[in-house]
């Protein structure tokens, strides 16, 4: 999928990304899940990486294989440093309102990988599938 950097495209990436979640095996819960860390990812694309530049676009991509399922997002901005982000477990960041969404994706998502491009920021969210035995 390709957005333009506006955050009326935001929902359509999270209804898509549950639904897949959902057809991967994933339950309701882990799928609703899935789909709020895509949401905020692409959200941080749009505001932080892209700066709302129209002429700028967001690409996100699926993957799913027997193991996991994986989505990447990306944006063409300046490029993110995710060690630079402040810890919202700090105490001088617990009242803030923003900081949440890297610390998020890593307590849901199994694997979350930073790919610097150029120009932009690429994240890599994975959810390992769990098998079941018969």
Request: charged share 25%; with cysteine; hydrophobic share 40%.
């Amino acid at each position: 999928m390709t957005l333009d950097s506006e955050l009326s495209s935001v929902e359509t990436v999270e209804t898509r990304v549950e639904q897949l979640a959902h057809q991967a095996g994933f339950d309701e819960d882990t799928s609703s899940q899935i789909a709020m860390v895509t949401r905020e990812a692409v959200i941080n694309a749009i505001l932080h990486g892209n700066k709302r530049d129209p002429a700028k676009k967001v690409r996100i991509g699926f993957a799913l294989s027997d193991d996991a399922l994986s989505i990447t997002i990306a944006d063409e901005g300046l490029g993110l440093d995710p060690d630079s982000v402040p810890d919202p477990c700090a105490p001088e960041n617990i009242l803030r309102s923003s900081g949440r969404g890297i610390f998020l994706m890593r307590a849901i998502m199994d694997e979350v990988h930073f790919h610097q491009l150029s120009p932009g920021t690429e994240i890599e969210l994975i959810k390992h599938r769990i098998h079941k035995e018969s």
